[in-house]
């Protein structure tokens, strides 16, 4: 491997910095670019690389970029217990090197403020992935990236040619700056900087999507190597989901609780964008729903990037329903005739949408854990929350039935979640929480339940889950293709799942993984003090259902502070240069992540529905 330009002696730059090997430094790009940019194109694999062999790369990007990979580093000298504890002293670097010259409107500082951005969140620091955020959507909109006139412009080359992947990049960092500024907001009181009026940008082409296609990243979940990729146009669905999540989000945090009356639709926008959401759903292409058959068909044909996107794109739309309509839940034990008829029926079919939306959602998580693990953002915690806020309700535990399905549901959105807790501090804090959710989800309907939940057998399938069909659509429950999803998607013995799932223990419940002894519940019940005469959080409360800003409370830097003990979720008393990483002689890196994550979806029991069954 060539030296690099910069570096002089023993990792040391021209500049006084030290730098890893090359060899290293080329292993955590990769990294980076697998993990990161697979999903937030921000920055060009084979322009980064240039810029680094050539000495022209900007330091506090190349930090950043490495801060992301070395978390999924299996290389010797890289890898950490936690994994996440490797990249912080390559994030904490980055940020020594942040100066008045990274305001300035380039898109190497841009690209910078985007990955910190992401950082940042998942570090569980809120406020920070949101000032970060900011700034990345500030220089957007400096340099014109949100107006259609600037990205339609030509970028020449030196030889005078127009550089048409430098067009394509441009754009696809606008549209992920937008959906980074969407995810950091949502669950916290913190608004949107970017307004559905302030762009008039056009979505990216399959055309764009070829020319910046990553050779290295061209291979299915089983690793076949892929000449098309059947979700390469997928982005553009995405990004429309993104816009309507956004707007989603943004209004129901002016949806007020009020105990003492009735009211639904909370907030007067509802319908529209109820609407929307199912236009989205019912106009997407046959190629791109959510189906058992196309599920079985894109794990051959698309690349892991690509599935990962599909994927979240469906449960962000999930999320985005149960965003809208679980204050319905409220009102769940309201009667016909306590309400005007017309009030009753849509509090109901509200209702109806949440558990339309859950059926779905835990299908779609269970695909996320066993076929792409680590490949997903920390951003889908949100969604891993509003699932796990609305199964904690009554409406999904009146009976015996109910509440086996409901706990099950709890340990898939856990089992995910853990999986992701060792690279991203908010994932492990969110673990915590959804860890002590399922146990008082146990302890508070489990009661009157006990005999029946523990003397039936764990493979039973209810008379409901014989049913079969082809997609899941916004009317279609998860029985109605449970028979087609123990059919199309085989189990592989040799495959393992996350080694970090719970575990049964006599009484049915949970118990966590050893590292992690300190109860989170806490957290909740300081940020929503509102109980119930037994002293639980009121699960099944407007105040509770209605909070929109309750998820950032718990997960980021809430307003009070933590009663739980244990280590930091800051890292920055750390040594930044540990001499094993920074300036040493390393033998060429051929680690990879140390987490292995199967290709295929097991642990179908006959036709029992996926999140029925013991993660």
Partial sequence: MATHPAMEGKGRSNDGDFYPSMDIVMHLVDLFFKNLNSVFPLVHRRTLKQSIQNGTVSKPLLWSVMGIGARFSDHPSIRADPPYWAGERFAIKAT??????MLEPTIPNLQFWGIMACLEYGRASG???????????????ELGLNREETLSSPILKKDGSVDTAAMALR???????YCLDKFASAGTSRPQYFDASDCDSTLPTVTESVLLRD????????????ANDSLMDVTRHYLRMVMIFGESTKFMTRAKSDSESVNWPPVPEFNNLDARLRSWKSDLPERFQFSVNNLN??????????????????????????VLHRGSLAYSEVSPSEVP?????????????????????MVLFKALRDLVGPNVLPFMGYSAYICATVLMTSTFSKDAESFKKSSNALKVLYSMIDGLAPFWPMCERLALTTRDLLLTHSRLYDTQYRQDYYTEPVDAVSPSSQASAQRISATDSLASVESSVAAAITSDPTSKTSERRLEET???LVKGPSAQQHSALPLLQESFPLTTSSGEIDFNSSEFLYDSALFGQIMFDAAKPSTQSGPSMYMDEQPVFPTDILGANSSNANGASSTEHPTTLNGLVGNKPLWEQSP
């Fill in 171 to 177: 754009r696809r960092i606008f549209w992920s700056c």
């Fill in 341 to 361: 008829e017309d009030l009753y029926r849509r509090i109901q079919a509200s209702i109806n949408s949440c558990r339309v939306s859950i059926d779905e959602a």
């Fill in 297 to 322: 068909m894109h794990r051959r044909s698309a690349s892991r990037n690509y599935l990962t996107l599909w994927l979240s794109t469906h449960a962000v739309w999930c999320t985005t329903m149960m």
């Fill in 127 to 141: 406020s920070r992935a949101w000032i970060y955020g900011g700034l990345a959507v500030r220089i957007c909109q």
């Fill in 215 to 226: 050779l290295f990243q061209c291979t299915s979940i089983e690793g076949k190597e892929l």
């Fill in 96 to 101: 020594s090197l942040i100066d008045a010259t």
């Fill in 506 to 508: 006599p009484f049915g």
